[in-house]
């Protein structure tokens, strides 16, 4: 079974564009996460889809963060437009839609560089 | 508010010495506990978790943690270290009902010959 991956790996823009980031879960789960980590900080929630509804998007830094999860299957995240601390690694994790507190799965990351 | 300390950045230890890392958590009741761990290039993958029940718990690659409810710690241990343990470790709480996972900032650990 194919684990969460993340598109593209690297992804180096200029200051003021837009970049999206796309995450594709594990099939089936319902539960798909957004979470940041800026260099030499923790790991930060971003937000939480159940299926194609957000759940909880209180991480979410400010309105040039546009999340979607159209028909409840893979995720994008869009910055734009991008600024310097925006830069870090945006990982993406998945978990079954199953009752109680299950291991969320994490993808490799996109390490996003804005110059 | 959730939160996690994992006080020490780095950590090298020699091969098949013994290791610690630890993670000092705060909740105001008893949390779910986990520990990841990142190897370069991947993504951060599950080593062990602890919901309730026996506070040592046993993970994946040898390695155990054990909650101290009283200290608010989940301190990560293994008897013997190898050299594919370099990597980065994450402690992380996590609620009933919140779903989303706080995270400590992270250990690295180096392995030396």
């Known amino acids: 079974e194919a684990g969460v991956t993340q598109f593209p790996s690297h992804s180096v823009i200029e200051k003021g564009q837009t970049v999206t980031l796309r995450c594709d879960p594990i099939s089936g789960h319902d539960n798909l996460y957004w979470y940041r980590r800026v260099m030499g900080k923790e790991i930060k929630f971003l937000l939480h889809?159940?299926?194609?509804?957000?759940?909880?998007e209180s991480g979410m830094p400010n309105n040039r963060f546009l999340a979607e999860r159209t028909g409840g299957t893979y995720s994008t995240l869009k910055v734009q437009p991008a600024e310097l601390e925006d830069s870090g690694v945006y990982f993406c994790a998945s978990r079954p839609g199953l009752a109680g507190y299950n291991e969320q799965f994490f993808g490799p990351g996109t390490r996003l560089t804005v110059l | 508010a959730q939160s996690v300390t994992q006080p020490d950045i780095h950590i090298t230890v020699s091969e098949g010495a013994s290791l610690e890392l630890r993670c000092n958590y705060s909740y105001g009741a008893t949390p779910y506990l986990f520990w990841y761990v990142q190897s370069p290039g991947q993504g951060l993958q599950l080593l062990l978790k602890y919901f309730s029940g026996d506070t040592l718990v046993q993970g994946i690659k040898g390695f155990e943690a054990e909650f101290k409810r009283s200290q608010s710690s989940f301190n990560l241990r293994k008897p013997s270290v190898h050299w594919s343990d370099a990597a980065e470790y994450f402690c992380a709480v996590g609620a009933p009902g919140f779903q989303k996972l706080v995270f400590g900032t992270g250990t690295r650990l180096l392995v030396s010959p």
């Open positions: 889809f159940v299926k194609e509804s957000k759940q909880d």
